[in-house]
């Protein structure tokens, strides 16, 4: 109707109207048709521009992944397809899909040729009143190319080995669905222009984590006992020599030849021709949270500080080897006038594994003697529990930190018991580029053992960065490379409290008597976390506080966390944990990663959609143009 109206205007001759509107019609339509169809036209061409992009990084992976030819257009077109907006019609735009090599200039400055997915739109789109001029559609090219392998990656898996693992075949669905995942990373990197684009490590946890036992003489493990944790539990005034000795601050020393030795838990492994089998215990706060290192490798205790680039680096940043002590027989000896009398304590514990009554003499060691408790090291008294000072008091306790009992060479050390109680699982695999290696590992697995998150939290964390304990990472400025950690447990932290004098089991913390996990629990230790103002009135929750506390370290440094709470049951405080821990890392004062799900509450048979669901974001390529 308009345009006839229109016509019939333009044959009116009456007057000069015609001829001055003849003069200025086409101006005036031009402008009104060119500012509606630019608007539409913007409109149209930014949808069919988001639509392209998440079609080409789909597209992306699915090559990455060996989809080609007319499978992977029709893929392509499918998702651009299903990413437009109402208004849009897809019969409108035409999608074709290409693979290209592009000529870039590197991170270092360096001219390098990268392959490429390139999607190409071209949009029909037809205007509104401008075709009465002589416009009636135009035809915009568009285009959206993703790089591929333009970053490198390096991930941690991060497995809870615990003996609850072993239920319901969780321990198997675990390792068959974490080599999934390294395969499917390691075919999406097989376009990459970087050399070694791929690497990842294995940390299985369990109450404890093993470092290697190749690793005794590591310049960061405490082979000279200078941490201020490394002689709990050991009283080096009951140590049998007759060389001189002396404890001068960091540590206890003997003159053997007229040299100064240090003495650590290692000479006590070596006294009872035990190997040390790899596990090491809890650092205290705040290295317990942070990825600190310090080394032996200088001149004195003192000078690990000032050798160091973090001033937080002393001497309780070394890495203490595990070392259960022998926990005292039951029976006891004491003087009833000129007569030894035994007798059974209350307290029964479980980690027994050497003898009590002898010890070898200072002049011939190959000799020994019979002790008694009362008259050798303390006064005897009656034990039992103390109502008014609530504390539990045991004339067998004190037994537990006398040293000749290692020096002497028969020990009762069975597979369960001995001074590597608790280390159930298999040495750590740093960062590695072999990827049958590391399936190999997984493979390797077993269940056995308590849960403590945090102690894998914090090595899967030392296994990504450059500095010592492991070196392989790269390093955290650099911004074509992204850390990620995957944690994956099935349970709540444990440290299991005992109705003895230690007050609970020996584990990563020691005893509980120690109060070392009581340490970097304030409000202010625990700010960013859930626990801020929480009553952290259990061994479990001061656990969850520091694991919190380390993951909230870890993503600072740069590593995107994912968790997976695996078959735990709703209500379980490692829900609250895991969903606390995970997250993007940071780099340059910005998240890595700006969307996505990072926490995943799976059953035993969600647990592959979950590993798939990570694999696709850490495959994540970058749109070049």
Not at 101 to 119: F, M, R, Y
Not at 150 to 175: H, P, Q
Not at 248 to 273: C, H, P, T
Not at 286 to 308: K, M, R, Y
């Amino acid at each position: 109707m308009f345009s006839s109206v229109l016509k019939r205007f333009f044959r009116n001759e009456a007057g000069n109207y015609a001829i001055t509107f003849a003069l200025t019609v086409f101006p005036i339509l031009g402008a009104i048709s060119m500012a509606v169809d630019y608007s539409n036209l913007a409109r149209q061409r930014t949808a069919v521009q988001n639509g392209l992009d998440a079609a080409a990084l789909a597209a992306a992976k699915e090559y990455s992944n060996g989809m080609t030819g007319s499978a992977l257009t029709a893929y392509a077109t499918e998702f651009f397809e299903s990413n437009l907006p109402p208004y849009m019609d897809p019969d409108k735009v035409t999608v074709a899909v290409s693979i290209k090599d592009e000529n870039i200039i590197d991170s270092n400055g360096q001219p390098a040729t990268v392959k490429t997915v390139k999607l190409d739109a071209d949009l029909r789109y037809d205007s509104f009143i401008a075709g009465i001029v002589g416009h009636d559609r135009f035809d915009i090219g568009i285009a959206s190319q993703v790089a591929l392998g333009n970053i490198t990656v390096e991930i941690a898996l991060v497995v809870d080995n615990s003996g609850s693992m072993s239920s319901k075949n969780k321990i198997s669905t675990a390792r068959t669905t974490a080599k999934q995942l390294v395969d499917t990373i390691f075919a999406a990197a097989s376009n990459s222009n970087k050399p070694n684009p791929v690497s990842f490590s294995l940390v299985p946890f369990a109450s404890m984590v093993n470092v290697g036992p190749e690793n005794a003489n590591a310049s960061w493990m405490d082979t000279r006992g200078w941490s201020p944790i490394h002689h709990e539990n050991l009283n080096w005034k009951t140590y049998v020599t007759s060389n001189p000795t002396q404890f001068n601050g960091a540590g206890f020393q003997e003159r053997i030849s007229n040299v100064w030795q240090w003495k650590s838990r290692f000479d006590l492994y070596d006294k009872m021709n035990i190997d040390w089998t790899g596990c090491v215990e809890m650092r205290p706060w705040p290295h317990n949270t942070l990825d600190t290192v310090a080394n032996t490798g200088v001149a004195s205790p003192e000078e690990i500080a000032v050798n160091q680039n973090s001033s937080a680096a002393d001497r309780g940043a070394l890495f203490v080897p595990l070392f259960a002590p022998d926990e005292p027989d039951r029976t006891y000896a004491y003087k009833w006038g000129s007569s030894t009398r035994h007798s059974n304590d209350w307290y029964s514990y479980g980690n027994d594994y050497a003898y009590d009554w002898t010890r070898p003499k200072a002049s011939n060691p190959s000799q020994s003697e019979q002790v008694y408790y009362d008259t050798n090291y303390t006064s005897y008294n009656n034990g039992g529990f103390n109502y008014s000072s609530g504390v539990i008091q045991s004339h067998q306790n004190g037994r537990q930190d006398w040293l000749w009992r290692y020096q002497y060479a028969n020990n009762n050390s069975g597979s369960s018991r001995g001074p590597n109680y608790g280390c159930t699982i298999k040495p750590l695999t740093p960062l590695t580029t072999n990827q049958s290696g590391i399936k190999s590992a997984i493979d390797q697995m077993t269940a056995n053992g308590m849960t403590n998150i945090q102690q894998g939290v914090s090595w899967g964390w030392r296994t990504l960065t450059p500095k010592e304990p492991f070196t392989g990472g790269r390093e955290a400025s650099d911004e074509t490379n992204r850390k990620y950690m995957i944690v994956l447990t099935d349970g709540e932290n444990t440290y299991t409290s005992s109705y003895t004098p230690n007050q609970t089991y020996f584990g990563p913390w020691g005893y509980g008597k120690h109060d070392r996990i009581e340490e970097g629990l304030t409000n202010a230790d625990l700010a960013g976390t859930p626990y801020v103002g929480v009553n952290l009135n259990t061994y479990e929750k001061k656990m969850n506080g520091h694991t919190a506390q380390t993951c909230n370290n870890a993503k600072a440094d740069g590593i995107t966390v994912f968790t997976i709470a695996f078959d735990i049951s709703d209500g379980s405080s490692a829900k609250q944990l895991l969903e606390a821990c995970a997250g993007s890392g940071i780099l340059n004062g910005k998240p890595i990663m700006t969307s996505g799900q990072f926490y995943y509450d799976v059953s035993a048979n969600d647990l592959q959609t979950a590993m798939a669901a990570i694999a696709s974001q850490i495959s994540t390529m970058r749109i070049m143009k």
